[in-house]
């Protein structure tokens, strides 16, 4: 099985987008040397037995359009799984991002919600519990 090991970002705010994914995530994200090109450190990929643990990607210029307002999402999109979905996404909204869909429940699974970035770009913040519906 081929797993997924890396993922982008693109901003055309390179300074406001690591502000918006340091503060609500705690995110590490370091530039790559001269490059217009930023690391971002999720957490460790591996746990000690070699378990994935998750990904880590990269900030880069914008170099396609945004999405249009209301758009559901057309590529690959990152999700992030959080504790408290009600809390996060009130971290969101404070820290500039927008609401692209609305909280959802997965029946027996979770809680879903999309939102833009300060650049544009949707992700998802999604709430494990069985009991949503």
Same mark, same amino acid.
């Given at each position: 099985?081929?797993?997924?090991?890396?993922? #982008?970002?693109?901003?055309?705010?390179?300074?406001?987008?690591?502000?918006?994914?340091? *503060?609500?995530?705690?995110?590490?994200?370091?530039?790559?040397? *001269?490059?217009?090109?930023?690391?971002?450190?999720?957490?460790?990929?591996?746990? =000690?037995?070699? #378990?994935?643990?998750?990904?880590?990607?990269?900030?880069?210029?914008?170099?396609?359009?945004?999405?249009?307002?209301?758009?559901?999402?057309?590529?690959?999109?990152?999700?992030?799984? !959080? #504790?408290?979905?009600? !809390?996060? $996404?009130?971290?969101?909204?404070?820290?500039?991002?927008?609401?692209?869909?609305?909280?959802?429940?997965?029946?027996? $699974? $979770?809680? $879903?919600?999309?939102?833009?970035?300060?650049?544009?770009?949707?992700?998802?913040?999604?709430?494990?519990? =069985?009991?949503?519906?």
């Amino acid at each position: 099985m081929k797993a997924i090991v890396h993922f #982008e970002i693109q901003a055309d705010d390179i300074e406001r987008a690591t502000k918006f994914y340091t *503060e609500i995530f705690d995110w590490r994200i370091e530039r790559y040397g *001269e490059m217009e090109y930023w690391g971002i450190y999720t957490g460790r990929s591996t746990d =000690p037995e070699g #378990e994935s643990l998750g990904i880590n990607g990269g900030l880069l210029p914008r170099n396609a359009p945004k999405p249009d307002p209301g758009m559901s999402p057309n590529a690959y999109v990152c999700t992030i799984v !959080v #504790e408290d979905i009600d !809390v996060m $996404m009130k971290k969101v909204e404070k820290a500039g991002g927008t609401q692209q869909t609305p909280k959802t429940a997965i029946a027996g $699974m $979770m809680w $879903m919600s999309y939102y833009k970035d300060t650049e544009g770009n949707i992700f998802g913040l999604m709430q494990n519990d =069985p009991d949503a519906k």
